[in-house]
């Protein structure tokens, strides 16, 4: 989330800053072969666009999605657009952004991920992360540190090191040649520093596919990123928090949470991926002008949905394998360490 108080819009929300917290649902039935529900033989996308649709009018606010899903014979479906191309805060989920930019200096050789960057105490953010948590500094870090902290554990700080090497107006330049149109970060007077500024959900779509399929970066930046979206250290209270380890493997995510004069927002977005590390499904959930402001946990209703709807879209393509991947994506399975 981000630690950006001077800039909101003092509200008084009263009593609907309490909204009230949705009980636990149970997860959604498991879908059966061929990509059906095994309730009622439905397709599994209409089992997605229904569970879209409850889950949205329970958690209240305004949503802005996008859902796509692997045919069985390949190709891409679009299973839920819902106000798709609303231009609107990303909040952390920009952080995908930021790092795919300081990935592509990396690919045209211009930076690398051991270059070392000093971290001093006149750079911390506090909010969400670990560097502020140090509360002594004076390190030397890498590039692959401070990118691994961004999206591992949505570090505030680490927006600030990744600035350090891609300035703001060349991260908008970066993407607006890889064909995004809103995508941007919000330039401010120090050149090395931005807010996170805006995207769509089919933007976001767009990149999380083309990361996915390696033609947004190289085969070998595009490993890196994803490795740490799908490591199960990660975000679990959303999408991925009625899931097995292994499963949550599988699962490539990142969370965004802030508020502003209209409420509060919570977004995820990721990509699942078959049992083969070929991607299947990608989801875009944005949804702002919500209550709970101050909740940042997993009882937050539009978290809940999350949680509700990754269960039920992860059961949808349980039957489905991508047949045309490009490249396949795999992460090591999680062996615990006790020491030593």
Same mark, same amino acid.
């Given at each position: 989330?981000?630690?950006?108080?001077?800039?909101?819009?003092?509200?008084?929300?009263?009593?609907?800053?309490?909204?009230?917290?949705?009980?636990?649902?149970?997860?959604?039935?498991?879908?059966?072969?061929?990509?059906?529900?095994?309730?009622?033989?439905?397709?599994?996308?209409?089992?997605?666009?229904?569970?879209?649709?409850?889950?949205?009018? +329970?958690?209240?606010? @305004?949503?802005?999605?996008?859902?796509?899903?692997?045919?069985?014979?390949?190709?891409?479906?679009?299973?839920?657009?819902?106000?798709?191309?609303?231009?609107?805060?990303?909040?952390?989920? +920009?952080?995908?952004?930021?790092?795919?930019?300081?990935?592509?200096?990396?690919?045209?050789?211009?930076?690398?991920?051991?270059?070392?960057?000093?971290?001093?105490?006149?750079?911390?953010?506090?909010?969400?992360?670990?560097?502020?948590?140090?509360?002594?500094?004076?390190?030397?870090?890498?590039?692959?540190?401070?990118?691994?902290?961004?999206?591992? @554990?949505?570090?505030?700080?680490?927006?600030?090191?990744?600035?350090?090497?891609?300035?703001?107006?060349?991260? *908008?330049?970066?993407?607006?040649?890889?064909?995004?149109?809103?995508?941007?970060?919000?330039?401010?007077?120090?050149?090395?520093? &931005?807010?996170?500024?805006?995207?769509?959900?089919?933007?976001?779509?767009?990149?999380?596919?083309?990361?996915?399929?390696? #033609?947004?970066?190289?085969?070998?930046?595009?490993? &890196?990123?994803?490795?740490?979206?799908?490591?199960? *250290?990660?975000?679990?209270?959303?999408?991925?928090?009625?899931?097995?380890?292994?499963?949550?493997?599988?699962?490539?995510?990142?969370?965004?949470?802030?508020?502003?004069?209209?409420?509060?927002?919570?977004?995820?977005?990721?990509?699942?991926?078959?049992?083969?590390?070929?991607? #299947?499904?990608?989801?875009?959930?944005?949804?702002?002008?919500?209550?709970?402001?101050? *909740?940042?946990?997993?009882?937050?209703?539009?978290?809940?949905?999350?949680?509700?709807?990754?269960?039920?879209?992860?059961?949808?393509?349980?039957?489905?394998?991508?047949?045309?991947?490009?490249?396949?994506?795999?992460?090591?399975?999680?062996?615990?360490?006790?020491?030593?």
């Amino acid at each position: 989330m981000a630690d950006q108080m001077s800039r909101r819009v003092a509200i008084g929300i009263g009593a609907a800053a309490a909204a009230l917290v949705a009980t636990p649902r149970s997860a959604t039935a498991a879908s059966g072969a061929g990509g059906v529900s095994s309730a009622g033989a439905l397709p599994a996308s209409q089992v997605i666009r229904r569970a879209y649709r409850r889950e949205k009018t +329970q958690a209240g606010g @305004v949503w802005h999605s996008h859902v796509a899903m692997v045919r069985a014979a390949g190709g891409l479906d679009v299973v839920v657009d819902d106000d798709a191309d609303r231009v609107t805060h990303g909040y952390s989920v +920009q952080k995908l952004a930021v790092a795919v930019a300081v990935m592509d200096k990396i690919d045209r050789g211009e930076l690398s991920l051991g270059q070392r960057l000093d971290l001093t105490g006149d750079i911390i953010l506090g909010g969400s992360g670990i560097y502020f948590l140090h509360t002594v500094w004076g390190d030397e870090i890498t590039v692959a540190n401070f990118l691994t902290a961004l999206l591992l @554990v949505s570090d505030n700080t680490a927006v600030r090191m990744c600035g350090r090497v891609v300035p703001a107006l060349e991260i *908008n330049e970066i993407l607006a040649a890889k064909g995004f149109t809103h995508t941007r970060v919000e330039p401010v007077a120090n050149p090395n520093r &931005f807010f996170l500024g805006v995207t769509t959900a089919r933007e976001t779509h767009d990149l999380l596919w083309r990361l996915a399929n390696k #033609t947004l970066l190289s085969t070998r930046s595009s490993d &890196f990123l994803l490795g740490i979206l799908r490591w199960i *250290n990660g975000y679990h209270d959303g999408i991925r928090r009625d899931m097995s380890s292994a499963e949550r493997s599988r699962v490539a995510t990142k969370y965004g949470a802030d508020y502003d004069s209209l409420g509060a927002a919570r977004h995820e977005v990721g990509i699942m991926f078959d049992p083969t590390g070929a991607p #299947t499904l990608t989801y875009a959930f944005f949804a702002d002008s919500l209550g709970d402001l101050d *909740n940042y946990g997993g009882t937050h209703p539009a978290v809940r949905a999350h949680a509700s709807l990754g269960r039920t879209m992860f059961n949808a393509i349980s039957p489905i394998t991508n047949p045309t991947p490009r490249s396949p994506h795999s992460i090591p399975r999680f062996h615990p360490v006790n020491g030593g």
